[in-house]
């Protein structure tokens, strides 16, 4: 017997001969992306006869999610509460993640110390990648990235390289983008931009940088202060133009994904035209710093945060200044000037209006604002774009594949965010209930005992590419 079955094969089989062995799930975190997944899991509950504990800050929005169903257990959970997260890790048989990114390692080293695996949306973190031995040795799963982007991208891009390679294709160039963005029928702001998905994450993104990527051969660094700023139009078909900035570092999906002979290879964010560059001096200002700190804010106005971090001039109003900065410092032209003067208008930062904190910084007061004017309204819309290009050469003739999926929300409760993100890490987490997963140790969804039958699942609930 190989010896990477000597932990899968006892555990395999006794899922095999005794499925409701695993029974009681432990959900953390009832936000926004919880929506679907929680739905999905009571559903096959009642079947299953899992116990599904919904644990979350607020007590309302467990019960809200739990919906009075027979097989959910809403709770009040705080992290900070070591004791409460023990109990409720040794309670369970498996547990899933929506906690913040940065909440996930107290989580994971209770569960391998309880000996329970755990399922999460959010990317590897050097912490967890550290347990891959811990997690191995107790025969354990601790699959991560397995939402939408990281997650849906991951399967999607894994069965065309799989199936092109199958073919005789040699994968020369690689290009994957995600967006989370408004519908265009609910685009009702001069950002065009509406939060779908955990705000503090829209203001954080990029940081601290450098983002990396492959391009002809030359790796490329992007630093944060200029990320924005250097975003590309990308067309989508079918759809229309989008903007892509770098995501994070492309380089090591070039041996995940197996892409050895790709020249050049890029991830990317994508944001509707006209958000970017308005973004970026957002950047320039400092407005995104956690680091910048301000006190007494309750007697700050919005123009006083705005003037605060404008450079030195002598022009007698905030949006002259502001208008300024933008044409001589960033060289931005007289139509784009006036068009981000409007933007930065929209917010509120030439406005006398007053924040609600005695102190805080100014990534948080920027926060305070977007989540009141960038908030999905009651019957808006969000929407999902996602695209894989592919530049390969088989039987030496060069080929391209378009690989694209645009997926609409139904409300701003039911949102493709939350379906995307939630459908693929219930139906991944029922397989291994169900005994249909043998993988130990800390994964990705790139196996295609994962990614083929989650992907034909997501196709019946509408999440389905076009290939061009």
């Known amino acids: 017997m ?3 079955l000597t932990n899968i094969v006892p555990i395999f089989i006794k ?4 499925p409701s062995v695993l029974k009681k799930i432990l959900v953390l975190g009832a936000g926004r992306s919880s929506v679907y997944l929680i739905d999905y899991l009571l559903q096959h509950a009642e079947v299953q006869q899992w116990e599904v504990t919904i644990a979350d800050l607020s007590a309302e929005a467990a019960a809200q999610k739990a919906k009075g ?14 004791d409460l ?3 409720e890790v040794q309670r369970a048989d498996v547990v899933v993640s929506l906690l913040p990114a940065d909440m996930h390692l107290p989580v994971a ?12 949306a959010s990317y590897v973190s050097p912490g967890m990648q550290a347990l891959d031995a811990e997690v191995r040795a107790k025969g354990l799963l601790f699959l991560n990235e397995i939402g939408c982007d990281p997650g849906i991208d991951h399967m999607s891009a894994m069965q065309l390289i799989d199936e092109i390679k199958a073919e005789g294709g040699k994968i020369t160039a690689f290009y994957s983008y995600t967006g989370g963005l408004v519908a265009p029928a609910c685009d009702t702001n001069p950002w065009h931009y509406k939060f779908s998905w955990n705000p503090r994450n829209v203001v954080l993104a990029g940081q601290p940088g450098p983002a990396r990527y492959l391009a002809n051969g030359t790796i490329r660094y992007v630093p944060y202060a200029r990320l924005f700023n250097e975003a590309a139009r990308v067309e989508v078909p079918g759809f229309g133009f989008l903007d892509a900035y770098a995501n994070r570092d492309s380089l090591p999906y070039q041996a995940l994904y197996g892409l050895q002979d790709a020249h050049t290879l890029l991830r990317a964010t994508f944001r509707y035209p006209e958000y970017c560059d308005a973004w970026s001096v957002m950047v320039y200002l400092g407005l995104t710093n956690e680091q910048l700190f301000f006190n007494d804010c309750r007697n700050m106005r919005y123009r006083d945060l705005l003037n605060a971090c404008l450079p ?3 022009t007698p109003t905030v949006r002259e200044g502001f208008e300024k900065t933008l044409r001589e410092r960033l060289h931005f032209d007289a139509a784009t000037v006036a068009r981000i003067s409007a933007q930065f208008d929209y917010l509120d930062f030439f406005s006398d209006r007053t924040f609600e904190r005695d102190a805080a910084s100014a990534a948080q007061l920027l926060l305070d604002i977007l989540q009141e004017k960038w908030l999905l309204a009651p019957g808006d819309r969000d929407l999902v774009v996602m695209q894989h290009h592919f530049v390969y050469e088989l039987h030496g003739v060069k080929k391209e594949k378009i690989s694209t999926l645009v997926l609409e929300g139904n409300d701003d409760y039911h949102t493709a965010m939350a379906k995307t993100v939630g459908l693929p890490l219930a139906m991944a987490l029922r397989r291994y209930l169900l005994g249909e997963l043998a993988l130990i140790g800390v994964q990705i969804p790139i196996q295609a005992e994962i990614y083929e039958p989650v992907l034909a699942e997501l196709e019946d609930w509408g999440v389905k590419f076009h290939h061009k």
């Open 2 to 4: 190989p010896a990477y």
């Open 15 to 18: 899922r095999i001969i005794n």
């Open 69 to 82: 169903h027979p097989n959910a257990r809403p709770i009040a959970f705080d992290l900070k509460n070591n």
């Open 85 to 87: 997260l023990q109990a």
């Open 109 to 120: 080293e209770a569960c391998v110390q309880h000996g329970r695996s755990m399922f999460t």
């Open 312 to 314: 030195p001039d002598h």
